[in-house]
């Protein structure tokens, strides 16, 4: 475990030093790597030191040799992150547990969700120097309902049925939301200026060379292979470096407040499928329709965001970088003939 910080670490940086949680996931090494560009000084958490290959790729930013340290914490560890937050100006509550389940999902999923969110906060909390806490959610956390009008798009006020969770057993949704409804009601009771952030699909390159969930959902629509295609019939898609920045913006406005939804595109999956076999016309992305799930039309307002003068990549940008990352890494073969029209 690091040591506290001195009062001098404290004040460097562009805004102070902040933390990121999970640091070593798809997210948070993104954003680790703009906030070290954006001359931050950052702490990040990591499950265990002793994991070296986990997160030796955030030593390769730049800047992580000057202004990047790494504590060990874990989100069922009650103080566990005191050491990390304690001196923070901001925190970047991004990490969440595994999202598939190996038996008891309220177990694996939800319970950790929830009490790891209110551990982190608890450690901010105690921190006298906290100005604001940015919290990673999910767009998940507003359309998963069945009463709203599928021609008006959902906004932040939306938040999705915690029966229709449970019926069709969603327990990422679910867990999304019950932590961040957690995240508001801890957050209110205690004088914390919360901000959430709520994504959609994120699209792009991964620093981390083992793939989550959602870089091998896409990597196996790429590479054909059906059985590992795991998105439903219609969802809303960003780029990673767009919810990296929007993160950063809402922590360096000071008027921020509430939630933002951070999406670029929604889209129904047959559309997509068609834009990048178009784009990619040899690889062997999926022909076939694929089939519909039972869920309604919807979009997504994201006015809230584009009203501080947000601009989203685009559908091509986003992919694009994606498919370039996994050819970079070694995760697909991408033949000059591929580039994109």
Request: proline content about 5%; hydrophobic content about 40%; glycine content about 6%.
């Amino acid at each position: 475990m690091a040591t506290a910080l001195s009062e001098k670490e404290l004040h460097k940086g562009k805004e102070g030093r902040v933390c990121v949680t999970g640091a070593s996931g798809f997210l948070a090494s993104w954003l680790i790597k703009r906030l070290l560009l954006s001359g931050y000084h950052v702490t990040g958490t990591v499950r265990d030191l002793g994991k070296q290959k986990k997160f030796e790729h955030l030593w390769k930013l730049e800047g992580a040799k000057e202004r990047l340290q790494l504590v060990q914490a874990d989100l069922m560890e009650e103080g566990s992150f005191d050491n990390a937050i304690m001196g923070c100006k901001g925190v970047f509550h991004i990490a969440s547990p595994v999202i598939k389940p190996t038996s008891d999902p309220k177990l694996e999923i939800l319970e950790p969700a929830v009490q790891g969110t209110l551990n982190v906060l608890r450690s901010c909390q105690r921190n006298p120097a906290l100005g604001k806490v940015i919290l990673t959610s999910s767009s998940s956390a507003v359309r998963v309902r069945d009463d709203f009008d599928p021609n008006i798009p959902i906004d932040e006020s939306s938040w999705s049925s915690l029966e229709l969770c449970e019926k069709f057993q969603a327990w990422y949704v679910m867990s999304k939301t019950l932590a961040e409804r957690a995240a508001w009601d801890y957050c209110k009771e205690n004088g914390i200026h919360l901000v959430t952030v709520l994504p959609s699909f994120i699209i792009g390159p991964s620093l981390p060379p083992d793939l989550c969930f959602t870089a091998s959902d896409v990597l196996g629509l790429l590479k054909g292979e059906t059985e590992k295609f795991q998105f439903p019939g219609r969802m809303g898609f960003v780029h990673i470096d767009d919810v990296a920045l929007s993160h950063i913006l809402l922590y360096e406005d000071d008027a921020s407040h509430g939630r933002y939804l951070c999406s670029s595109t929604v889209m129904d999956i047959d559309a997509l499928v068609d834009l990048l076999a178009i784009r990619y016309p040899t690889l062997p992305i999926p022909k076939r329709r694929f089939e519909k799930l039972d869920t309604q039309h919807y979009d997504l307002n994201i006015g809230k965001l584009m009203s501080l003068g947000f601009k989203f990549k685009s559908i091509e940008e986003m992919f694009d970088d994606c498919i370039q990352s996994l050819v970079d890494q070694g995760h697909l073969t991408l033949h000059p003939i591929h580039a994109p029209n």
